[in-house]
């Protein structure tokens, strides 16, 4: 695949339009999205800007289109408040364009990032707009994801209790999605951590487990080993070393706005 899109780009590049220059682009991003795991490159994003660029004399669906994807692929790179105006000039576009699809998508990921950031009141509201559009539009991943951040808000909170009940709901919804949505740790983080404070160390491998799944987005590295030797340790029955390594991908995860 990556010989035929080199062979290719060179010469949609020298001889196509500015939309077919676009088009490829996106293919590019998302061929390298799945490849990368979503944990975005740097080249990745000067993709994004690119299309961006080229979208400038396009329509505001398009427009809508372009400045979703930058702002996506911002916010995966843990840039969450570069993310941020993107993709709400995305949701006005998709507005007035009267684009449901692309209002759901950026909702849900301008509510990500309100998370990332640690904006706990506003994700109320976003996650309440979120969630309203998806069910609109009958997409299950992303009311999951506004679920998922419920949880988040609840954890931050102390109630631990709801954000168990939660995190189980969001991965609900992802169920009856039929494609694999890469996103589980949005609600699988604030689970562990609810499980931890609640005693339920029994479930704690599976969650662990489901956070490093290869379907899923690549975690850091330093997260990832602490999950993985939380989920041995937990497995073999022992609990003070898998709270150990629990408890450090949580702090790690912190670290990079992923908690």
């Not at 400045?67 to 993709?87: E, K, N, T």
């Amino acid at each position: 695949m990556d010989a035929a899109l080199n062979e290719l780009r060179p010469i949609v590049e020298s001889y196509g339009t500015p939309q077919q220059v676009a088009g490829l682009y996106q293919g590019l991003i998302f061929y390298r999205f799945d490849r990368e795991r979503y944990a975005v490159s740097e080249d990745t994003l000067a993709l994004s800007e690119a299309v961006l660029k080229l979208s400038e004399v396009d329509g505001p669906n398009a427009r809508a289109w372009a400045y979703l994807q930058r702002g996506f692929a911002l916010l995966l790179a843990g840039r969450a408040g570069s993310a941020r105006p993107d993709l709400e000039i995305a949701i006005d576009l998709a507005t007035r364009a009267g684009d449901l699809m692309n209002q759901v998508r950026a909702s849900a990921y301008l509510t990500i990032a309100a998370r990332m950031l640690g904006h706990l009141e506003e994700t109320a509201a976003l996650s309440a707009k979120a969630k309203a559009l998806a069910s609109e539009a009958g997409m299950y991943q992303y009311i999951g994801a506004a679920t998922a951040t419920d949880a988040w808000r609840c954890a931050r909170r102390g109630a631990m209790k709801d954000a168990l009940e939660l995190s189980d709901q969001a991965i609900s919804e992802w169920q009856r999605y039929r494609g694999i949505y890469p996103f589980h740790w949005l609600a699988l983080v604030p689970r562990l951590e609810a499980q931890l404070a609640l005693g339920a160390l029994d479930d704690v491998p599976e969650t662990c487990h489901g956070l490093v799944k290869v379907d899923q987005r690549a975690l850091p590295r330093d997260s990832e080993t602490a999950l993985v030797n939380a989920a041995a340790a937990g497995t073999t029955g022992n609990h003070i070393e898998m709270r150990l390594h629990a408890g450090k991908a949580l702090e790690t995860l912190a670290s990079y706005s992923l908690l």
